[in-house]
């Protein structure tokens, strides 16, 4: 009875991820989430930009290490390796990013609204929640060895290429805006030569790896979300780079897939 229910609570929050996407793109088409450089007031106290990175991505680590032991594979080698990608992800995203903003003198400047670190905590809960169950209970072809080290090869190649996409191109903004004093310039140098937000671009394709080695809709549903959360905002970006810069902006910059979008 116990293992119905659960399975009946996590197809649920699954169809919600899934079907979360589409009204997020669609809002997020007309108003961007207020932080970084669409900081704006009207939505609320806010918190120091560490912190709230800190708080709203912590869940994607202490609820892992909550719900992942209690799983049947919990103790099964490959479900241990298909799941380091994530936590490592996050333990960056969640420990070090927070970090670095906070070594940058820009970091209390403008302030982060509670209102969106709430959000983000209720959808890493969520989705916590849904990869690690996922990966430790319900994903049941661990005994499929030649398919299962293909797609994990495969996607976890994926993975860390939209890793090192992601992570050094945060760096150069912490960096661009600390030497600026919190101010913007225009990014130059290495992917930023082909798109306005290739950190965007980075977090997409580490998920679509995510979505090859769990080869499954919990990863899919994931993929499908990062894309419609940040595809929009990265197009509202490029929009504001070219209203700020005009005329210095390069006009053969797209805004989050080279030569495409």
């Known amino acids: 009875m116990e293992e119905i229910a659960d399975q009946t609570f996590f197809h649920y929050c699954l169809l919600t991820l899934i079907f979360s996407g589409p009204p997020t793109a669609v809002a997020l088409k007309f108003l961007q989430?207020?932080?970084g450089k669409h900081n704006r007031t009207g939505w609320g106290p806010t918190?120091?930009?560490p912190i709230a990175w800190f708080v709203m991505e912590s869940p994607t680590l202490w609820l892992t290490l909550l719900i992942f032991p209690f799983g049947r594979h919990a103790l099964n080698p490959k479900s241990l390796l298909l799941f380091s990608p994530?936590?490592?992800h996050y333990f960056h995203r969640t420990i070090i990013y927070p970090l670095r903003l906070f070594r940058s003198s820009s970091a209390g400047k403008n302030g982060f609204p509670i209102t969106i670190a709430a959000m983000a905590f209720t959808f890493n809960l969520l989705n916590a929640y849904?990869?690690?169950r996922w990966v430790s209970h319900y994903k049941d072809d661990y005994e499929d060895g030649k398919w299962f080290w293909w797609r994990f090869i495969i996607g976890m190649l994926v993975f860390v290429a939209g890793m090192y996409i992601n992570i050094?191109?945060?760096r150069t903004l912490v960096r661009l805006k600390k030497e600026n004093r919190g101010g913007y310039v225009i990014p130059r140098g290495g992917w930023f030569e082909l798109v306005s937000c290739p950190n965007y671009f980075g977090e997409v394709i580490e998920w679509l790896g995510w979505?090859?080695?769990?080869w499954s809709w919990a990863g899919i549903g994931f993929f499908l979300y990062t894309c419609s959360n940040l595809?929009?905002?990265a197009h509202a970006s490029h929009k504001w780079y070219i209203e700020k810069f005009k005329?210095?902006?390069?006009k053969t910059r797209k805004a989050v897939i080279p030569f495409v979008y």
């Open 168 to 170: 050094t191109s945060d």
């Open 86 to 88: 994530y936590l490592l």
């Open 33 to 35: 989430a207020p932080y």
């Open 130 to 132: 849904i990869q690690a």
């Open 231 to 233: 595809i929009p905002r």
């Open 247 to 250: 005329e210095e902006y390069p």
């Open 211 to 214: 979505a090859v080695m769990t």
């Open 47 to 49: 918190v120091s930009p």
